[in-house]
């Protein structure tokens, strides 16, 4: 439904590297930074306004605003960033001189791959967290597993592609929310008990169809009033789910925040919705819910 170029940046990790506690908050951080630093022509001007705001990569990856091909989304502010971040815990000993960060460009980011990989390496080279330890790129690596990129090696062209679904005639679906899923319904997050199935569905149908329009070419044929309709028959009907706070420091507000979500595990009855069960499914490439850039909304399916 979405088409997608998930990959790992393979890094050399300094002895004695830790982890923080929200450790996608300082790579997203780090890789804003480098990202303005390694395009932008504009002197590090703000990009509201800018001539090259509607073709430069970073506003496009990193402040991203919708443009004349989303006429969808004019009223909006912002459209959904065109990446996600993971950040992967080594669990072995093989792993610990070495650090996996995962990203997704979605649809026309994979465009910008070049860009993306530099700023990376730049951010990896000046240094990560408060003790700024340096951490080489040594390898970009695609979803087969084979490595694309290696230091002085030219990158071939790279084409995102949909993922391939395979959960469409599960009746029930299993679901872990691996990463805090925050939701929110006017304006406020909606807590863990207060979840319910129309609500968790239709969230999956608007981050699709949003992605859809922004980055992959929605379907005008869609109907979704329909989809709406459908969502009113999913039931969730077990849950182990709580809520997760996590604090980050905004560089950009100069304080600390804290978001949260929930994790945990739910079961979905979809049999009296067919058509919600690809949303769902492509929600497990791309993410649901708010602040899918820090790695929020993380979550696997599976038959139930």
């Known amino acids: 439904m979405v088409p997608l170029l998930p990959l790992i940046f393979r890094f050399r990790r300094p002895e004695g590297f830790r982890l923080s506690e929200f450790p996608e908050a300082v790579w997203r951080g780090a890789f804003g930074y480098s990202l303005k630093q390694t395009v932008c022509v504009m002197r590090l001007r703000p990009c509201v306004g800018c001539a090259f705001e509607f073709s430069c990569a970073y506003p496009f990856i990193f402040e991203t605003r919708p443009g004349a091909e989303a006429s969808i989304m004019r009223d909006a502010d912002r459209t959904p960033h065109p990446y996600l971040l993971r950040v992967f815990q080594q669990t072995t000993d093989d792993e610990q001189d070495r650090f996996d960060l995962g990203m997704t460009l979605i649809g026309p980011a994979a465009r910008h791959l070049s860009f993306v990989i530099h700023a990376l390496g730049e951010a990896g080279r000046r240094g990560i967290g408060r003790a700024r330890s340096p951490m080489p790129l040594e390898a970009v690596i695609d979803s087969a597993g084979e490595e694309i990129w290696t230091p002085g090696r030219n990158l071939p062209p790279r084409e995102p592609a949909a ?70 028959a999913v039931k969730i009907i077990d849950r182990d789910l709580s809520w997760v706070d996590r604090r980050r420091y905004s560089t950009r507000q100069k304080r600390p925040i804290t978001l949260g979500g929930v994790i945990g595990n739910v079961t979905l009855d979809v049999s009296g919705a067919p058509d919600l069960t690809p ?3 492509t929600c497990g490439f791309v993410h649901l819910g708010k602040s899918t850039t820090l790695g929020f909304g993380r979550m696997s399916l599976a038959a139930a």
């Open 163 to 232: 993922p391939a679904l395979r959960l469409s005639d599960a009746p029930r679906l299993s679901i872990s929310f691996d990463t805090p899923m925050r939701l929110v319904r006017d304006h406020d997050p909606i807590a863990a008990e207060a979840l319910d199935g129309p609500t968790l569905a239709f969230a999956a149908v608007r981050r699709v169809e949003l992605l859809r329009t922004c980055f992959g070419g929605a379907d005008p044929a869609t109907d979704h009033a329909a989809l709406k309709d459908q969502a009113q």
């Open 279 to 281: 949303y769902l499914e």
